[in-house]
């Protein structure tokens, strides 16, 4: 048996052989053991530091506060060419652990179709697709317009298959699937102890996504919400999801769908670098169960990659838009302006951004984070 220990981007190992790679490639190790045969490990981390209005304990004070958002194990596998693995892990809510988030293997049936099986990102918009490390400012969507990982599992993962592929030289994309679909509203803030009495049928959750890249295509199933300058995209995406009896509480039971269109515009090349536009549209129905989940949303964000470096790395300006209306009346809008410090494209970043939010009835809310990270 030859044993080989290489650098090599984790997740484009996985996928090169399948022509279809899971995500942006990152750093890592990877141990090869045979004729398309290979195990690799990746570590990633996102802390930050921020200073909230009126978070204090008082009530009337700024809160100071360090916080490590997000630690992540990768792992991933090649059996042969045609069948892949991966299990990736997060820090859990607690932050006194490590819970599984991918957990799947991924068999090519062609060099254009895949079958996922297992726990994975159910087919959903850009930006959860994209999810904290590889999204337009970084971090964490803040669950204002894109709600999946509220409404979909943990962090948006989900228990189940899907066929995965493409076709048009990979410029149209797709993928749909049938998912267990009970975490809807696990973690959601209307969720309690009650929502889980559950009634009626059990119904598989079913959902899907197309996408049509009329310039560059984007390679990838867990996709990215910026390319850095990287790439001419001119995207349009649409997604949806539904389950039967999939909103549920302990005094009402109803169906769940929502659906999604998003757009992506990056153009290399204007002026001194590549400017990006994105946008996205939302509708959320829970039949009348959970009001406060139920509705539209908006999102739209504006960035802009210098291409001559300062120092170690490129400055990319940005502002982002957020609003949710739901049914109960009490919308939510988030603004956020920031500016990042790219040193190695999703492998290494620093990022300041000042967020106001605003909520019916309530105080606006100003906000100021620093935040940086690291992947290897």
Do not use: C
Not at 73 to 97: H, P, V, W
């Amino acid at each position: 048996m030859a044993l080989e220990i290489k650098r090599n981007p984790l997740i484009a190992a996985v996928a090169a052989a399948l022509m279809l790679p899971a995500m942006p490639a990152y750093s890592g190790g990877t141990i090869t053991f045979g004729e398309d045969k290979s195990v690799s490990i990746g570590l990633g981390m996102r802390g930050s530091f921020s200073s909230v209005e009126d978070a204090a304990p008082n009530g009337t004070s700024r809160s100071q506060n360090f916080s490590l958002d997000s630690a992540r194990i990768y792992l991933s596998g090649s059996l042969n060419k045609y069948i892949k693995g991966m299990l990736n892990t997060e820090k859990d809510i607690a932050g006194q652990g490590f819970q599984a988030i991918d957990a799947n293997v991924q068999i090519a049936i062609t060099p254009g179709v895949t079958i996922w099986a297992g726990r994975f990102l159910s087919p959903s918009d850009r930006a959860n697709m994209a999810g904290p490390y590889y999204s337009l400012g970084g971090g964490y969507w803040s669950g204002i317009a894109s709600r999946y990982g509220f409404n979909g599992g943990y962090i948006g993962r989900d228990d189940g298959v899907a066929v995965v592929g493409s076709v048009m030289d990979g410029k149209l994309a797709y993928a749909f699937g049938a998912f267990e679909g009970n975490t809807t509203f696990k973690i959601a803030p209307v969720a309690t102890s009650t929502s889980t009495h559950r009634t009626g049928s059990d119904g598989l959750m079913y959902a899907g996504r197309l996408q049509m890249d009329f310039w560059d295509a984007e390679p990838g199933y867990y996709g990215t919400g910026n390319y850095l300058g990287g790439k001419d995209i001119l995207a349009i995406g649409i997604a949806g999801r539904a389950q039967k009896n999939g909103a549920y509480s302990a005094l009402a039971t109803g169906d769940y769908a929502s659906y999604s269109i998003d757009f992506l515009l990056e153009k290399k090349g204007v002026g001194p670098g590549a400017l990006s536009i994105e946008a996205a549209g939302y509708d959320y129905d829970t039949d009348d169960v959970y009001l406060m989940e139920q509705g539209r949303a908006y999102s739209a964000g504006v960035g802009y990659i210098f291409d001559q470096k300062v120092g170690w790395g490129q400055v990319q300006p940005f502002v982002r838009y957020q609003k949710f209306t739901p049914d109960n009346n009490v919308d939510t809008k988030k603004y956020d302006v920031g500016v990042n410090y790219i040193i190695d494209g999703y492998n290494a970043q620093i990022g300041a951004v000042y967020s106001n939010t605003e909520v019916t009835g309530a105080s606006d809310v100003d906000a100021f984070t620093v935040a940086m990270q690291f992947q290897f």
